[in-house]
T-cell receptor
Framework: DAKTTQPTSMDCAEGRAANLPCNHSTISGNEYVYWYRQIHSQGPQYIIHGLKNNETNEMASLIITEDRKSSTLILPHATLRDTAVYYCIVRVRSQGNLIFGKGTKLSVKP | DTEVTQTPKHLVMGMTNKKSLKCEQHMGHRAMYWYKQKAKKPPELMFVYSYEKLSINESVPSRFSPECPNSSLLNLHLHALQPEDSALYLC??????????FGSGTRLTVV
């Protein structure tokens, strides 16, 4: 599976959009980009995934660049409960295991 | 039911004890996983079961012994653990292309 690079930490003001970047320059054509988050002392939670088109669900939006070498997870109106570690993971859909990198610690501040 | 349930939530055990962690899901998922997470580190994959058969063992010491009695249950048997094995142990399940569903974990302390 391709490797990902994320900033170690980010801050965001409550109510503002949180934009979390991820680089995956070695991604191959059949690999999807998955995002998970882990709130303190809980299990990781699935957020969203995509291949090449932008995706949106009730939790977040995923923007993937045209060359697929990077992506951005957008939380449109961050709340204090969105404070968590966010993991960007690249894997072949239905294959490969979920291997976590170091992730980005997002702190949402009042 | 869209949850993965892990028991117990907390466990303290001595280095000579034998204990088991349990994981249960009723979503019909055919793959189940054990992860280990040390403080301030990402989860690390330990074992993968696919259709009740062990498919991956990521070089985990033999003092950790997984068991999958049926498609809904996953156990992790612990014996002769060391203090450095203290961690959060996470169970997850998945089906096809959908995301993994994780339990809340068992926080294990070895004394």
């Amino acid at each position: 599976d391709a490797k990902t690079t994320q900033p170690t930490s980010m801050d965001c003001a409550e109510g503002r959009a949180a934009n979390l970047p991820c680089n995956h320059s070695t991604i191959s054509g059949n690999e999807y980009v998955y995002w998970y988050r882990q709130i303190h002392s809980q299990g990781p939670q699935y957020i969203i995934h995509g291949l090449k088109n932008n995706e949106t669900n009730e939790m977040a939006s995923l923007i993937i660049t045209e060359d697929r070498k990077s992506s951005t997870l957008i939380l449109p109106h961050a709340t204090l409960r969105d404070t968590a570690v966010y993991y960007c993971i690249v894997r072949v859909r239905s294959q490969g295991n979920l291997i976590f990198g170091k992730g980005t610690k997002l702190s949402v501040k009042p | 039911d869209t949850e993965v349930t892990q028991t117990p939530k907390h466990l303290v055990m001595g280095m000579t004890n034998k204990k088991s962690l349990k994981c249960e899901q009723h979503m019909g998922h055919r793959a189940m996983y054990w992860y280990k997470q040390k403080a301030k580190k990402p989860p690390e994959l330990m074992f993968v079961y696919s259709y009740e058969k062990l498919s991956i063992n990521e070089s985990v010491p033999s003092r950790f012994s997984p068991e999958c009695p049926n498609s809904s249950l996953l156990n992790l048997h612990l014996h002769a653990l060391q203090p450095e094995d203290s961690a959060l142990y996470l169970c997850a399940s998945s089906q096809d292309w959908w995301g993994y569903t994780f339990g809340s974990g068992t926080r294990l302390t070895v004394v």
